[in-house]
């Protein structure tokens, strides 16, 4: 995925409301930019950081600059629009780049699904196979060593979409959690039990039900994100 407009470079003041940065251009400007971001960020949003922000052309929104990525001191690239990450897997499957998702013939988005009314991120339907449903997650938490975790906080809604692949692999349908790992710096993923137990009492259940774990990072640069690595998921029970 390129980045189209190209992006704006700044430098991060704070990050604040949950959806709402703070940065100076620069030639000193501060501006306020929207933060497409309900997670903690942790180690994503220290002031000095490098914000890298796109513009829209949209004249209703009232903060026009989104805060697309982030470049750390340690010089590693992270994606903190989380809305990015069906766009980026979506595209990386449609190029058969995915090599455990190739072999469907369609391929829908936001499709409903589940005894709890939700909405499945990506839906992969074939005439001789039975249906995937892909739930897609953004994987920005770093701790030592390339160690990432997901989630970042305690996610409710993290732990609905867990009980819903668990129900479609009970039923026969292929179900699969997709950890989109959109932080250079991260060489395996981990669930993270001391943030979110509950999420991790789901995952495991999860697992033992046929719920499959694909995990894929990107290399990132301020003109374009590719998922194209295959990365490890150690899952410690």
Known sequence: MKFAPPLHAATLIKRYKRFLADIELSDGELRTIHCANTGAMTGCAEPGTTVWYSTS????????????????????????NTIQ????????????????????????TEVKYGAENSRIDLLLESQTRQPCYIEVKSVTLLADNGQGYFPDAVTTRGQK????????????????????????????????????????????QAINAGVEIICYRATINADEIKLEDCIQFQHST
Not at 58 to 74: D, F, G, V
Not at 85 to 108: C, P, S
Request: charged share 20%; aromatic share 8%; glycine share 4%.
């Open 57 to 80: 052309d949209n004249k209703k929104r009232k903060y026009p600059n989104s805060w697309e990525l982030a470049h750390t001191a340690a010089n590693n690239w992270i994606c903190v």
């Open 85 to 108: 990450a069906n766009h980026l897997v979506k595209e990386a499957i449609e190029q058969q780049r995915i090599t455990e998702l190739n072999g469907y013939d369609n391929l829908r």
């Open 161 to 204: 979409h867990l009980r819903e692949l668990t129900e479609m692999a009970q039923q026969g349908s292929r179900a699969v959690l997709f950890f989109a790992v959109l932080h250079t710096g991260i060489n395996q993923v981990n669930v993270a039990q001391h943030i979110d137990p509950e999420y991790a009492r789901l995952l495991h």
